[in-house]
Nanobody, 114 residues
Framework: QVQLVESGGGLVQPGGSLRLSCAASGIFFSIYGMAWYRQAPGKERELVAT???????NYADSVKGRFTISRDNAKNTVYLQMNSLKPEDTAVYYC????????WGQGTQVTVSS
């Protein structure tokens, strides 16, 4: 059974930082590309960042220079370090594993507010 479990969300003030984690089980983690998506209320889910199985990264323009995606294959975990957070970053953040199949986590809420 494949499971992706996100953690690390919460309430943070503008300008603050959070680190999201996504622990995977039931897949051969190292051969999967990993991604973070987010969905704000009333909006479509959008891609935030990706990291390939060999560690190449890509980011949405809205988060470039502020967010960093990384992975630890020994721990079957992908991370999203979020700095200089803005109110518009408020959303549910989802972890995604992709290869020939795609799997999703349940999401973790990030709220940026003073």
């Amino acid at each position: 059974q494949v499971q992706l479990v996100e953690s690390g969300g919460g309430l943070v003030q503008p300008g603050g930082s959070l680190r999201l984690s996504c622990a995977a089980s039931g897949i051969f983690f190292s051969i999967y590309g990993m991604a973070w998506y987010r969905q704000a209320p009333g909006k479509e889910r959008e891609l935030v960042a990706t990291i390939t199985k060999i560690g190449s990264t890509n980011y949405a323009d809205s988060v470039k220079g502020r967010f960093t995606i990384s992975r630890d294959n020994a721990k079957n975990t992908v991370y999203l370090q979020m700095n200089s957070l803005k109110p518009e970053d408020t959303a549910v953040y989802y972890c995604n594993a992709y290869n020939t199949k795609s799997y999703w986590g349940q999401g973790t809420q990030v709220t940026v507010s003073s």
